[in-house]
């Protein structure tokens, strides 16, 4: 018995509806403008207002959905339930559940781009929410659709377009943890069914004649469009929000193809829900929410390139469908004789489209699982006071480094067996006493209900992606000292008291280093094949010192560069914890931990570490923000034991003035190290520096920054030989760590007193007696809009000479 064979619908007459077709476009505009510009202008509005996107970024995201849903649902309510014409009445009322289903994602944007978790699971109980009222909404509707035969076509093209769709993502982008890729799929799905609800009632007569019509065929394509847009926009979170609106909606001539041909809903919503599936599962959002302001260019890029072309070629597949005539005699044969091919075989046609996007996984795009890591940190941490007692500062290291791991290994033992037993891979540390493991919510939920452990943090781990470019050099060498260096009197330092750094070791942890560039070769502690204890890596693993970023090679050129550098004859050997600008807690320690006692290349910090060849002054022109997984006594401990060790940490305070508290990320937060903001060369702190208090939990007040030195236009090395101008508080700290080099080289008796070294640099400087300070009760020195007052060189090294008379 053969199976009911619907009929073609046959085309309406056309009939001139102008005040329905000139309401209608202009409600399309309207939708599409209202949710382009909501959601692209908050992005960029937080991007460009603060690096320190944790929590924060959820108020303007859910603000923004919300007004974005009522500015929607405002106008089209009306025409909705009260516009005569069938036809656009229907179409209307799409809309409008598509503006309900913005209004209704906006809780998605609540818990914030670091709770990438959490806002993926109510991804998920909205859509499974709306798709259930939807269905009970329309129970009671018959259309004709979805008959077995329709889909004998439809169903095939539905699962063969998506795969050709993603192939972009694959390319550009990368899988999360396991579960995280299969939660983003579950959302993608569900986001599909909700979609092909809602566009399968633009299959019902009233419309669907309308539509059919080949004189204004590609109307159904904008309707779709309409209804998508503001969905996608809503739906993504942490920026892939814009991915999904500029990929996603393309897709609508796809769909119109498959209602104006097939009438078919389930074809529709799998062809939606794969398509956004791409974007959800290969982009992080977390990438895409610090990617302007943490200088991620080139993920930003890679992504929004995706995009384009993913949709570029999903309007490409519409025009083909919406055009091509074999389409409707492929499906008119498939209604002649049910028993012509089986709906499986029909489905096999599906499978080169897989088969080349699994291909495309395994050779072009990066293979694996990618997902973020937990950073365990252990309520036992090592007391190391006793290392205070010992004069000698290369026995004050050894004491450190052997105290530190001995107590890691013996505290960390019966957890670390246990991730053992149970496969989960982990990075024992001992500079603070904690693991980096690898690991969901789940195992998130069991350590932190263990005794030994004080608390769990995001360990966030950038996806493959191309590395960020230096960029392009914009200055050439100097042929006299730079004004900055002038600006703190170290020319006058060499010139009159003849020390230059000599004898003094930098550690400098950045972006990398371009080891061999004229400015820094020569105080390379290491040279060509000799990188053994001298560069660690511990993003890539590379054998040298290398810089793709640029930020590295600058600042180090401030410290000690042959000719833009602040001490030009201390040495230095470095790490690379930012080869892609965003960081965690655990590349922070990698380096610190090799900034103390250094390994060969390969080696085991816990193992082959050689305090010996620690680094006398440590230059940080960094900070770890939430975003990156640290919270206020992340790095404490760290810093703690390096000020034991006899090392002298600088550390840049920020670029996120000029508001009060605005210098609130570690290690620039902790008294046990010198804060540094930046002024220009007419002396005024720069609108970017950023200022204090430091307020903790519990209450106690911190004054911050503790000095000012040069940070606008400064002039240094640049990767490529070349030379560059920067502005930052980055380039203000090098001075001071420059400036320490000095102070030690003239006077080595103070070599490891930290305290007492800290002590010039302060009573030295000079305060900006015409500085504004509202961020201080008063004009006291010192406050907490440039501290103590711009670094002074030449006074710094004159008070250290006279300690030694």
């Known amino acids: 018995m053969h199976e009911s064979i619907p009929q073609p619908v046959e085309p309406m007459r056309p009939v001139a509806h102008w005040p329905s077709r000139i309401i209608g476009g202009?409600?399309?505009?309207?939708?599409?403008?209202?949710?382009?510009?909501?959601?692209?202008?908050?992005?960029?509005?937080?991007?460009?207002?603060?690096?320190?996107?944790?929590?924060?970024?959820?108020?303007?995201d859910f603000i923004a959905t919300v007004a974005q849903g009522f500015l929607l649902i405002l106008p089209l309510a009306p025409v909705a339930f009260l516009w005569q014409q069938p036809r656009y009445r229907t179409i209307f009322k799409t809309w409008f559940l598509a503006a309900l289903f913005a209004l209704f994602s906006a809780v998605i944007h609540l818990p914030g781009a670091i709770h990438a978790y959490t806002s993926i699971a109510l991804q998920i109980v909205v859509a499974l929410s709306f798709a259930i009222a939807l269905a009970l909404l329309e129970r009671d509707s018959n259309s004709n659709s979805d008959s077995s035969e329709y889909r004998r076509v439809s169903l095939p093209l539905a699962l063969s377009i998506p795969p050709l769709l993603m192939l972009p993502w694959i390319d550009v982008g990368a899988l999360g943890t396991p579960l995280e890729a299969l939660l983003n799929f579950v959302a993608a799905l569900l986001f599909g069914i909700c979609a092909?609800?809602?566009?399968?009632?633009?299959?019902?007569?009233?419309?669907?004649?309308?539509?059919?019509?080949?004189?204004?065929?590609?109307?159904?394509?904008?309707?779709?469009?309409?209804?998508?847009?503001?969905?996608?926009?809503?739906?993504?979170?942490?920026?892939?929000?814009?991915?999904?609106?500029?990929?996603?909606?393309?897709?609508?001539?796809?769909?119109?193809?498959?209602?104006?041909?097939?009438?078919?809903?389930?074809?529709?919503?799998?062809?939606?829900?794969?398509?956004?599936?791409?974007?959800?599962?290969?982009?992080?959002?977390?990438?895409?929410?610090?990617?302007?302001?943490?200088?991620?260019?080139?993920?930003?890029?890679?992504?929004?390139?995706?995009?384009?072309?993913?949709?570029?070629?999903?309007?490409?597949?519409?025009?083909?469908?919406?055009?091509?005539?074999?389409?409707?005699?492929?499906?008119?044969?498939?209604?002649?004789d049910p028993r012509a091919s089986r709906a499986w075989s029909r489905l096999l046609l599906a499978v080169p489209s897989w088969l080349v996007l699994i291909l495309a996984f395994m050779f072009i795009g990066h293979p694996g699982f990618y997902g973020d890591r937990l950073f365990v940190v252990l309520r036992d941490q090592a007391d190391v006071s006793a290392a205070e007692e010992l004069d000698n500062v290369v026995e004050r290291r050894g004491y450190l480094y052997e105290t530190l791991v001995f107590h890691a290994q013996n505290t960390q033992e019966?957890?670390?067996?246990?991730?053992?037993?149970?496969?989960?891979?982990?990075?024992?540390?001992?500079?603070?006493?904690?693991?980096?493991?690898?690991?969901?919510?789940?195992?998130?939920?069991?350590?932190?209900?263990?005794?030994?452990?004080?608390?769990?943090?995001?360990?966030?781990?950038?996806?493959?992606?191309?590395?960020?470019s230096a960029g392009s050099a914009n200055a050439e060498a100097p042929a006299t000292p730079p004004w900055n260096l002038s600006q703190i009197g170290a020319d006058a330092v060499w010139d009159d008291f003849g020390a230059r750094g000599a004898g003094i070791v930098i550690g400098q942890s950045d972006s990398g280093v371009q080891w061999d560039h004229p400015e820094l070769a020569d105080a390379y502690r290491g040279g060509p094949g000799e990188h053994d204890y001298n560069w660690f890596d511990p993003w890539y693993h590379t054998q040298e010192p290398v810089d793709t970023g640029g930020h590295g090679t600058h600042t180090l050129g401030t410290v000690l560069g042959n000719s833009t550098g602040v001490a030009p004859d201390?040495?230095?050997?470095?790490?690379?914890?930012?080869?892609?600008?965003?960081?965690?807690?655990?590349?922070?320690?990698?380096?610190?931990?090799?900034?103390?006692?250094?390994?060969?290349?390969?080696?085991?910090?816990?193992?082959?570490?050689?305090?010996?060849?620690?680094?006398?002054?440590?230059?940080?022109?960094?900070?770890?923000?939430?975003?990156?997984?640290?919270?206020d006594a992340t790095l404490r401990a760290a810093v703690v034991a390096l000020r034991q060790a006899g090392t002298f940490v600088v550390v840049s305070a920020g670029n996120e003035g000029p508001s009060c508290s605005s210098l609130n990320s570690p290690p620039a937060i902790y008294?046990?190290?010198?804060?540094?903001?930046?002024?220009?060369?007419?002396?005024?702190?720069?609108?970017?520096?950023?200022?204090?208090?430091?307020?903790?939990?519990?209450?106690?007040?911190?004054?911050?920054?503790?000095?000012?030195?040069?940070?606008?236009?400064?002039?240094?090395?640049?990767?490529?030989?070349?030379?560059?101008?920067?502005?930052?508080?980055?380039?203000?700290?090098?001075?001071?760590?420059?400036?320490?080099?000095?102070?030690?080289?003239?006077?080595?008796?103070?070599?490891?007193?930290?305290?007492?070294?800290?002590?010039?640099?302060?009573?030295?400087?000079?305060?900006?007696?015409?500085?504004?300070?509202?961020?201080?009760?008063?004009?006291?020195?010192?406050n907490n809009t440039f501290g103590y007052g711009i670094v002074d060189a030449y006074a710094a090294v004159q008070q250290a000479l006279s300690l030694a008379e």
């Open 414 to 468: 019966p957890l670390r067996q246990e991730l053992a037993q149970f496969g989960f891979k982990h990075t024992a540390y001992y500079l603070v006493n904690g693991l980096e493991v690898e690991g969901g919510p789940l195992l998130r939920l069991w350590l932190q209900n263990r005794p030994e452990v004080d608390r769990v943090l995001y360990s966030p781990i950038l996806r493959p992606a191309a590395p960020e």
């Open 671 to 782: 008294d046990q190290v010198v804060s540094v903001g930046a002024v220009d060369r007419m002396l005024d702190v720069t609108v970017f520096s950023s200022r204090g208090p430091v307020t903790f939990e519990g209450g106690s007040i911190l004054i911050k920054p503790d000095i000012m030195a040069p940070g606008l236009d400064i002039l240094s090395a640049f990767p490529g030989d070349r030379y560059h101008l920067w502005q930052g508080t980055s380039m203000a700290g090098p001075h001071v760590a420059g400036v320490v080099a000095l102070i030690w080289s003239a006077n080595p008796e103070l070599i490891g007193n930290v305290t007492r070294t800290e002590q010039i640099l302060l009573e030295t400087a000079r305060p900006l007696v015409n500085a504004p300070t509202p961020c201080s009760v008063d004009q006291t020195v010192p």
């Open 570 to 631: 201390a040495t230095w050997f470095g790490c690379a914890n930012l080869a892609r600008n965003v960081g965690s807690t655990a590349y922070y320690l990698d380096c610190l931990q090799f900034m103390l006692a250094p390994f060969p290349l390969g080696g085991d910090p816990l193992r082959d570490g050689d305090p010996a060849r620690g680094a006398n002054v440590l230059n940080n022109s960094w900070g770890c923000p939430d975003l990156e997984g640290c919270d």
């Open 196 to 336: 092909g609800l809602l566009l399968r009632r633009l299959a019902r007569p009233e419309v669907a004649g309308m539509v059919v019509d080949s004189r204004i065929r590609v109307l159904g394509g904008f309707v779709a469009f309409g209804t998508l847009a503001p969905m996608a926009g809503a739906y993504g979170f942490g920026g892939n929000q814009l991915l999904l609106m500029l990929s996603l909606p393309a897709t609508a001539w796809i769909a119109s193809a498959l209602l104006t041909r097939f009438g078919d809903g389930r074809a529709l919503s799998i062809l939606i829900g794969i398509s956004a599936a791409g974007p959800l599962i290969f982009i992080d959002p977390r990438e895409m929410a610090l990617a302007l302001s943490f200088g991620l260019f080139s993920t930003l890029g890679a992504a929004f390139r995706a995009a384009a072309f993913s949709a570029f070629m999903a309007l490409l597949f519409g025009a083909v469908l919406l055009t091509w005539r074999w389409l409707g005699r492929a499906h008119h044969a498939s209604t002649v």
């Open 26 to 60: 202009s409600l399309f505009v309207w939708i599409t403008g209202i949710t382009v510009s909501i959601h692209s202008a908050v992005w960029i509005s937080q991007q460009l207002a603060t690096r320190d996107a944790g929590g924060g970024l959820a108020d303007p």
